[in-house]
């Protein structure tokens, strides 16, 4: 039974990240603005475990209204992103901390992996808890 809890924690934890992400990439794509960034520098995060850390990228990039943002990215990377790379990031005009790199992977495919497993390890937890299926030994 506590399998079954687990999967459906995950499970949930997928869903509300993957239509938070959803929603964010809709957002930046309906009323966002592109710009050409380069990477300033990157942070590291050693995280948890024994597989190494990530970096997170920090941009620098120029708005329409001639602004210089400088503002770390909320999707890290490992191997680093070599600074002073040349990118495309789309970004938020009323708020141009609020930026990503424009990738449609990012932006739309990701989030959507993201809800579909979600609820695809829903249904397969239920399934288990209600004792339909019988892949978890007990």
């Avoid at 990039?61 to 990377?77: C, H, P, R």
């Avoid at 989030?111 to 030994?137: D, K, N, Y």
Wanted: with cysteine; glycine share 10%; proline share 4%.
């Amino acid at each position: 039974m506590n399998a079954e809890l687990v999967i459906l924690a995950i499970s949930l934890v997928l869903i509300v990240v993957g239509v938070l992400l959803w929603q964010k990439g809709n957002h930046l794509l309906a009323t966002g603005k592109k710009a050409k960034a380069i990477i300033f520098k990157n942070n590291y995060n050693a995280g948890v475990g024994r597989g190494g850390g990530t970096y997170y990228p920090v941009v620098r990039f120029l708005t329409d209204k001639q602004e210089w943002i400088t503002q770390e990215l909320s999707v890290g990377y490992n191997p680093a992103i070599e600074e002073g790379t040349e990118l495309e990031v789309i970004y938020d005009p009323h708020d141009p901390t609020t930026v990503e790199i424009n990738s449609s992977f990012q932006l739309e495919v990701l989030p959507r992996l993201l809800f579909v497993l979600g609820v695809c390890g829903l249904v397969f937890g239920f399934l288990e808890l209600l004792e339909i299926t019988q892949f978890i030994a007990d």
